[in-house]
């Protein structure tokens, strides 16, 4: 739950060695992935590394009437070894793609309306056109073997179009969607610096490892939001027939700035107490400020101008305590404050998210260590949580309190040579604890009772069968809320799901099926009754080839 100003994206590195690979996926509603990762040095004494990482993404879809997803994808890397002690990193990433903007199906009563798989209100006029660019560097300054310096910076550029019939009402006695065109352009430039130091000490018996670093981010985002009132689109849940085409020119109805300037410091030190005992203690200042300027509209015809600032200190501290080679109890306490970027109907900034985490379990090692088991107890309260707003379906709104506590279980590792396994389950007792609005004890959206994974695979050893494997597994999602009022519920859903893999030498094949049995389910709500609740998509089946040199 500690937040952070800069957040870097886990990627692949560039390797020392020379390595070319290429991948394509197959599979039903016209799936079409092709991809390469190429990576090696670029001079002769390897200071110089490269890595290039392409795809392009084709999925016809499933929902009827909808337009399909089409993905571009092209990240590249550099990695340079300034001497001994210095290295550099510099990376790009751009991604150009189109994607249904998923308008889901209404609630009837208490539950989904019930109409046939691949049935919704979106339409072929609701699309999402988006293009991401993203720059950084890292620098890494080793002063001794105990004592390094890390800095990092990434600049992100995003422009975001969304068009489409955006719903606003439902009579369930009709089944009729009453919904209105509108498009949404957003640009959103984010800044971010890092900068922060590693050192390992000893102080009498007890050894540190301390971290001290500062974040500095910027974001701004232009939105421009149209909505026209005057042309309402009405389509039969029942029997739906293809929207009209919208118009390129909409009446504006938002058009606002918001600029967020955000300063984060930390320090954290990792103390080992005793060959079996560590200690983690930090703490971490925030500071955000945020300016919001809404120019005039059609609503609005005179502009405003607000200023929010919050502050706020958020400690941690954890500890493991490891009794026996195999065995590890911990625990941990912390604190967060996270801000966000929504907007209220009249278009005033929502307040930052606060939160605390408590967390306590053991971990043990099994079968010689192949087989890693985790159980754990969690209670997390989180204040001033940003959700859909229910009623405006271009505003967001906070929540007051919310709990979620509970048990999970995690066992990851191999059972025996060639048989692997990923295991968990989760009891989750989520509920409203505060609100102005939503009843006290109201359960949380989106979020099961209990819920189950199992992915395991065996590969034959030895024999003229080696290389040759299968999985299984299955997801497990208990009864959720579909809206924060608890006024209707998303059903709970078991999905099945297998694979057939052969590998030898530098090439892998695999067939993947995802939902095998073909089971109609509610993957997800976005606490409106209206509209939002999404299918989860139907059976699907996806052939795969590698190869690498």
């Not at 089409?70 to 990376?91: C, H, K, N, Q």
């Not at 293009?131 to 800095?151: A, C, D, P, Q, V």
Request: proline share 6%.
């Amino acid at each position: 739950m500690q937040p952070c100003c800069l957040i870097y994206l886990v990627t692949e590195q560039p390797l020392s060695e020379p390595s070319y690979q290429f991948d394509l996926d197959v599979g039903n509603r016209g799936v079409f992935q092709p991809q390469i990762d190429l990576s090696g040095p670029l001079n002769s004494d390897g200071s110089i590394l490269y890595r290039l990482n392409a795809s392009y993404f084709n999925d016809d879809g499933f929902i009827d009437f909808a337009r399909g997803t089409e993905r571009a994808f092209v990240a590249p890397i550099l990695a340079f070894e300034i001497g001994d002690r210095t290295d550099l990193t510099l990376s790009a990433e751009y991604t150009n793609e189109q994607l249904p903007l998923e308008n889901g199906l209404p609630a009837r009563g208490p539950r989904v309306v019930d109409v046939p798989s691949g049935r919704s209100i979106t339409t072929s006029e609701d699309i999402i056109d988006r293009e991401l660019t993203r720059l950084n560097y890292r620098l890494e300054h080793r002063f001794s073997g105990n004592w390094r310096i890390r800095n990092a910076f990434e600049y992100s550029n995003q422009d975001l179009l969304d068009v489409g019939y955006i719903p606003v009402d439902f009579d369930a006695s009709t089944g009729i969607v009453t919904s209105f065109p509108g498009r949404q352009n957003l640009d959103t430039e984010n800044f971010s610096l890092q900068t922060n130091v590693v050192g390992e000490f000893t102080t009498g018996p007890f050894d540190h490892k301390l971290l001290v670093g500062v974040d500095l981010n910027r974001t701004e985002d232009q939105e421009i939001t149209g909505f026209d009132t005057l042309n309402p689109f009405f389509l039969d849940i029942f029997n739906p027939e293809s929207a009209p085409a919208i118009a390129g020119d909409l009446p504006i109805i938002f058009d606002g700035f918001i600029k967020t300037n955000r300063l984060g410091v930390y320090l954290q030190d990792q103390i080992e107490l005793l060959d079996n005992l560590i200690l983690l203690a930090g703490v971490r200042y925030d500071t955000v400020d945020q300016t919001t300027t809404n120019n005039p509209n059609v609503f609005a015809p005179v502009g405003s101008e607000s200023t929010r600032n919050d502050d706020d200190w958020t400690p941690r501290v954890g500890i493991v305590y490891q009794p026996t080679d195999f065995l590890s109890l911990f625990g941990s306490y912390s604190q967060s404050f996270t801000p966000t970027f929504g907007l209220d109907s009249s278009g005033e900034p929502l307040g930052p998210e606060t939160g605390e985490g408590l967390e306590v379990g053991v971990k043990a090692e099994l079968l010689d260590g192949n087989l890693f088991t985790t159980l754990s107890y969690f209670n997390i309260k989180r204040q001033n949580v940003e959700t859909a707003d229910p009623i405006d379906p271009f505003a967001s709104i906070s929540t007051g309190e919310q709990r979620s506590e509970g048990v999970e279980l995690d066992v990851v590792g191999k059972i025996s040579p060639g048989w692997n396994i990923i295991a968990s389950y989760a009891y989750i007792d989520g509920e409203v604890t505060e609100d102005n609005t939503i009843p006290e004890g109201s359960r949380l959206l989106n979020t099961p009772e209990h819920s189950a994974n199992l992915w395991t695979t065996y590969e034959i050893q030895k024999g003229n069968l080696q290389g040759l494997g299968f999985g299984v597994g299955f997801n497990l999602v208990g009864e959720r809320e579909g809206d924060t009022a608890n006024t209707f519920e998303l059903d709970s859903y078991f999905l099945t799901n297998a694979a057939l893999f052969y590998r030898r030498d530098n090439w892998r094949l695999s067939l993947n099926a995802k939902n095998l049995f073909d089971i109609d389910y509610i993957a997800g709500s976005n606490n409106r009754r209206s509209s939002g609740s999404e299918a989860g998509p139907p059976f699907t089946i996806l052939g795969s080839v590698s190869v690498e040199f």
